[in-house]
């Protein structure tokens, strides 16, 4: 098993957190967006949208981090990220969707760039299109946290693993934390995991 990653990138951060869980190990290859290797013909060979990451096994290559998450849970069964009760499963889905698709596009490397370069935006109003589409979903995100636990209630489920490195990026860019105490929480007792802590973007590879 062969990943296609890069440490501060949050989609990336999520497949690491699901491998670990899983107790899967997978050969890492870097490719640095900031230094623009996924815009290389190689790495074009590998991914057609040049986005991190991709997971190769067993002959094929899989891209977009929500659906490498549900392959390796189908996959891998072993210590399922989604429930059996299909009420639960489409709330934990709801939930990794609110990220994936409302937040965390509209705030990764490349709208941020087209911003400075094509809108002339420079870092201070970038960033505070970023914190402002990050406190905007994430404040959604906490009325529906519990006050203990985990997303996935007792453990660590999917919505954990696309809202924890969510949270990571509001740290980074210095969203209003403040606001939202109850992901907080869950954010604080997932890094308490190794699964989630080996996977940080500040840990070392391995």
């Not at 072993?78 to 409302?102: F, G, H, K, N, T």
């Not at 636990?149 to 210095?174: E, H, K, Y």
Request: net charge negative.
């Amino acid at each position: 098993m062969k990943l296609y990653d890069f440490a501060p990138s949050s989609a990336a951060y999520r497949v690491r957190i699901a491998l670990n869980l899983k107790g899967l190990s997978a050969d890492r290859v870097d490719v640095n967006l900031t230094d623009s290797e996924h815009l290389t013909d190689a790495y074009r060979a590998v991914n057609a949208q040049s986005l991190v990451p991709s997971l190769e096994h067993e002959g094929a290559v899989l891209t977009q981090s929500l659906a490498i998450l549900e392959y390796l849970d189908e996959r891998f069964p072993q210590r399922p990220l989604l429930p059996q009760d299909l009420v639960q499963r489409a709330q934990q889905r709801a939930l990794a969707y609110s990220v994936a698709c409302e937040i965390h596009p509209i705030q990764n490397l490349r709208i941020r760039r087209y911003l400075a370069s094509e809108m002339g935006q420079d870092e201070a109003a970038t960033n505070q299109w970023v914190r402002h589409w990050i406190d905007l979903g994430l404040q959604a995100i906490e009325t529906q946290a519990p006050q203990a636990g985990f997303l996935g209630g007792t453990q660590p489920m999917f919505a954990d693993l696309v809202v924890v490195p969510q949270v990571f990026n509001a740290v980074r860019f210095g969203a209003d934390v403040d606001s939202i105490p109850r992901l907080m929480g869950i954010y604080e007792r997932c890094n308490a995991l190794a699964a989630f802590a080996d996977a940080h973007p500040s840990a070392p590879a391995s």
